[in-house]
């Protein structure tokens, strides 16, 4: 099963501030990872796939890069919706896994 | 626009059964994999199992031990999750996720519903 690490598991920012969030996977799942958001009460939403392609309606400060087992997703400048839990989420083998979440909190 | 509904979520005692249902509609159901995915209270999420379109490609997590059974009915569009044994460990949301693959990249869980609560106790 692959193992995916995010980090950090905490991350205190204020708006307007740029956010890096990591995921390392325990061996390679090339391109296949997703990032997902989800806030308190609510079900995920997709915002990124195949590592740095952006879902349907997600905006442009959302980015994703790596390839291989490590990954980051960028939020350029964070507006107050963006505080949150962020997931990723490999495809790459059977079973699919998840990170065990990054809470994304204002500082 | 894409709908995802579950029900069947509820109070179960340890040892019991339970059926969970996924209403889908906006969409072409029969032509889209879907998934299972919970949530226990405070936890992260945990996929469960998937089952492709045609509903003849199954693939379940390996902790489940075969308790839990996907199926579909695209006559119904709708989803199930029969779930066995069940546990307190099993209480959860319960979300359904649709996977899209429909020519513009491969995109896992893009639309989910709001979820059953299920709450395994006695």
């Known amino acids: 099963e692959i193992v995916l690490t995010q980090s950090p598991a905490t991350l205190s920012l204020s708006p307007g501030e740029r956010a890096t969030l990591s995921c390392r996977a325990s061996q390679s799942i090339s391109s296949y990872l997703a990032w997902y958001h989800q806030k308190p009460g609510q079900a995920p939403r997709l915002l990124i796939y195949?590592?740095?392609s952006r879902a349907t309606g997600v905006p442009a400060r959302f980015s994703g890069s790596g390839s291989g087992t490590d990954f980051t997703l960028t939020i350029s400048s964070l507006e107050p919706e963006d505080f949150a839990f962020y997931y990723c989420q490999q495809r790459n083998y059977w079973p699919r896994t998840f990170g065990q979440g990054t809470k994304l909190e204002i500082k | 626009e894409v709908q995802l509904v579950e029900s069947g979520g509820g109070l179960v005692q340890p040892g019991g059964s339970l059926r969970l249902s996924c209403a889908a509609s906006?969409?072409?159901?029969?032509?889209?994999?879907m998934n299972w995915v919970r949530q226990a209270p405070g936890k992260g999420l945990e996929w469960l199992s998937y089952i492709s379109g045609s509903g003849r490609t199954i693939y379940s997590a390996d902790s489940l031990k075969g308790r839990f059974i996907i199926s579909r009915d695209n006559a119904k569009n709708s989803l199930y999750l029969q779930m066995h044994s069940l546990r307190a460990e099993d209480t959860a949301i319960y979300y359904c996720?649709?996977?899209?693959?429909?020519?513009?990249?491969?995109?896992?869980?893009?639309?989910w519903g709001q979820g059953t609560l299920v709450t395994v106790s006695s």
């Open positions: 195949d590592a740095s």
């Open positions: 906006g969409f072409t159901f029969s032509v889209y994999d």
């Open positions: 996720a649709r996977d899209n693959n429909d020519g513009y990249g491969y995109r896992p869980f893009d639309s």
